[in-house]
Nanobody
Framework: QVQLVESGGGLVQAGGSLRLSCAASGSIFSINDMGWYRKATGKQRELVVRITGGGSTNYKDSVKGRFTISRDNAKNTVYLQMNSLKPEDTARYYC????????????????WGQGTQVTVSS
């Protein structure tokens, strides 16, 4: 069993900052890509940013220069530092990871966290 648990969401004023964390736990052999997605009310879920195992990143244009993704492979954790937050960043943020399990290391599975709410007031 593998779990992703996010933390760090909350309510912040426009221009403020938040740092999200997502820790993977369980019977993990390796973690490939990790990423953050978000879903705002009435909108479809969208990619915010992904990071490969080698550290390459792919950001949504509207967050470039404001958000920074990083990962700590020793802790199986990915972070999202969000600065200069805007009301349009308000959404539920979900962590995603491609993980192979200990007893089936050649098979990648797609895992999602339960999400953490980010609300930016104007």
């Amino acid at each position: 069993q593998v779990q992703l648990v996010e933390s760090g969401g909350g309510l912040v004023q426009a221009g403020g900052s938040l740092r999200l964390s997502c820790a993977a736990s369980g019977s993990i052999f390796s973690i490939n890509d990790m990423g953050w997605y978000r879903k705002a009310t009435g909108k479809q879920r969208e990619l915010v940013v992904r990071i490969t195992g080698g550290g390459s990143t792919n950001y949504k244009d509207s967050v470039k220069g404001r958000f920074t993704i990083s990962r700590d492979n020793a802790k199986n954790t990915v972070y999202l530092q969000m600065n200069s937050l805007k009301p349009e960043d308000t959404a539920r943020y979900y962590c995603n990871a491609a993980i192979s399990r200990r007893y089936a290391p050649d098979i990648l599975h797609d895992y999602w966290g339960q999400g953490t709410q980010v609300t930016v007031s104007s």
